[in-house]
């Protein structure tokens, strides 16, 4: 039986999040498989799932860690962003660094609902 992961990483890949149509200019992919290595080396899980609702702040991901609130971290949409979180996730996602605290995403939707509502879609260590 495999342990429980220390947190979950929701990585948002729905109509605006992770298209070049919208961000052509990102690897979507590899900003996602980087992002599920990281996670899995700070003994946290990710899943790719469909749109969270919160568009104007895409590329976006959701952690979730036992006993807090979730944290949203939206604006993912170059190398140093996506370098900070993978920092973080690969570091355990404990104590959110400062170079993160732009991009965090304030919710005016209950947390709670966004989080029944996501859809997985895939595995982000493979390829789509
Ligand atoms: S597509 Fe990511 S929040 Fe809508």
Redesign the pocket.
């Known amino acids: 039986m495999s342990a429980r992961p220390r947190f979950r990483v929701h990585i948002?890949d729905?109509?605006?999040?992770g298209t070049i149509r919208k961000h052509p200019d990102v690897d979507h992919a590899e900003q996602r498989r980087s992002i599920a290595a990281a996670a899995e080396r700070g003994g946290g899980q990710a899943r790719v799932v469909g749109?969270?609702?919160?568009?104007h702040?895409?590329n976006?991901v959701v952690v979730r860690r036992r006993g807090r609130r979730a944290t949203w971290i939206g604006s993912l949409l170059d190398d140093t962003s996506t370098e900070h979180l993978c920092e973080w996730l690969a570091d355990g996602a404990d104590e959110l660094p400062s170079a993160l605290r732009s991009n965090v995403v304030e919710r005016a939707v209950a947390d709670e609902r966004a989080r029944r509502t996501a859809v997985l879609i895939s595995n982000p260590s493979r390829s789509r």
């Open positions: 948002c729905g109509c605006c999040c749109c969270l609702g919160e568009c702040a895409s976006l």
